[in-house]
């Protein structure tokens, strides 16, 4: 198949395994789904949704983050990992929303990548799902199977959200990084990857990486 073909079995594919698309990180609000997608750096959304109700309690607004002291919110998250990192980015940001922003996110990508703690990946996130604006945040999973797939060379985060945002109609950027994260945890794993299961790559898959893995189920 061509490379466009390609594009168009991946996104038909995902479309029919998810036509409802469930949000990874609960959340109510810009607010709450930025502080749970900065939690959830090098953590898992289990474990961040398990903690946020807790911290979400105390503190669901800049304002009432702001009653808390750096370390009061470090010892709510610390199950997630990186809490001293991250305690001091939520306070730090909840103060600037306020100051600038009137307690509230802005929907800007520069705006929002000035904040303490928060990337272009966190940004993205956060453009895409609490404004709707078209964006294509690059997890592991989507970098692990964009090369998987043959879509991009792999060489860096950067590279693949470039490489996605040229391939796939800029109308579908918003559901498809979502669908592609699901595909990656439930189909195209790092860990305890079965290729029989997954279609994608079975299908359009990078042959280097196809010969790999039944090279390393014989070994």
Same mark, same amino acid.
């Given at each position: 198949m061509s490379k466009q073909e390609n594009v168009e079995f991946v996104i038909s594919t995902l479309k029919n395994l998810y =036509?409802?698309? =469930?949000? =990874?990180l609960d959340h109510k609000d810009p607010?709450?789904?930025?502080? #749970? +997608? %900065?939690?959830?750096?090098? !953590?898992? @959304? +289990? *474990? +961040?949704?398990? &903690?946020?109700?807790l911290l979400f309690e105390k503190a669901d607004n800049p304002y009432d983050m702001m009653k808390l002291s750096v370390e009061e919110i470090r010892e709510i998250i610390k199950p997630v990992g990186l !809490?001293?990192?991250? !305690?001091? $980015?939520?306070?730090g940001l909840s103060k600037i929303l306020i100051e600038k922003y009137n307690g509230e996110v802005p929907q800007d990508f520069e705006a929002l990548e000035s904040l303490p703690s928060v990337g272009h990946k966190t940004a993205s996130v956060v453009m895409s799902? #609490?404004?709707g604006v078209p964006a294509f945040p690059v997890d592991t999973h989507i970098h692990r199977l964009m090369y998987r797939w043959n879509l991009s060379n792999g060489k860096n985060v950067v590279q693949t959200e470039k490489d996605a945002k040229r391939l796939f109609p800029e109308e579908l950027w918003n559901d498809l990084h979502l669908q592609i994260i699901w595909y990656g945890r439930q189909y195209s =794993? #790092? *860990? $305890?990857? @079965? %290729?029989?299961? @997954? &279609?994608i790559t079975k299908?359009?898959? *990078?042959?280097? +990486?196809i010969e790999e893995y039944y090279k390393s189920k014989k070994s």
């Open positions: =036509p409802e698309i =469930p949000i =990874p607010y709450t789904l930025l502080i #749970a +997608v %900065l939690m959830s750096a090098q !953590s898992t @959304d +289990v *474990r +961040v949704n398990q &903690i946020t109700p !809490s001293p990192m991250k !305690s001091k $980015g939520i306070y799902q #609490a404004f =794993p #790092a *860990r $305890g990857w @079965d %290729l029989e299961k @997954d &279609i299908t359009i898959g *990078r042959k280097s +990486v």
